[in-house]
Nanobody
Framework: VQLQASGGGLVQAGGSLRLSCVCS????????MGWFRQAPGKEREFVAT????????DYADSVKGRFTISRDNAKNTVYLQMDNLKAEDAAVYLC???????????????WGKGTLVTVSS
């Protein structure tokens, strides 16, 4: 498995979850990573991205101030801390990797299977 997301589940509105994405060293090394999500009947949308060295971060406006992306390169793992979850955050969350170290909202080459986040109101 090159990219594997985990940590999804059922949470009440206002609650928190932390997603993890473990990637193979070949995929993770020197590459920016991102999180995306797709709700039923909707297009996949960008959530957050982090550069290889963790110095550059970007978030979708809808999650800014509530979600935090981070990475541990020694563990080949990227995280998405999600706080103050809302009903509209419910979706399948996917992690992805680019082929260069700078983060961005598009042009991802590698994708993992997602993890489902359900938010109850």
């Amino acid at each position: 498995v090159q990219l594997q997301a985990s940590g999804g589940g059922l949470v009440q509105a206002g609650g928190s979850l932390r997603l993890s994405c473990v990637c193979s060293r070949r995929i993770c090394n020197n590459n920016a990573m991102g999180w995306f999500r797709q709700a039923p009947g909707k297009e996949r949308e960008f959530v957050a991205t982090i550069s290889w060295n963790g110095g550059n971060l970007d978030y979708a406006d809808s999650v800014k101030g509530r979600f935090t992306i981070s990475r541990d390169n020694a563990k080949n793992t990227v995280y998405l801390q999600m706080d103050n979850l809302k009903a509209e955050d419910a979706a399948v969350y996917l992690c992805a990797a680019r082929r260069w170290p700078i983060g961005g909202r598009a042009d991802y080459a590698y994708w993992g299977k997602g993890t489902l986040v359900t938010v109850s109101s």
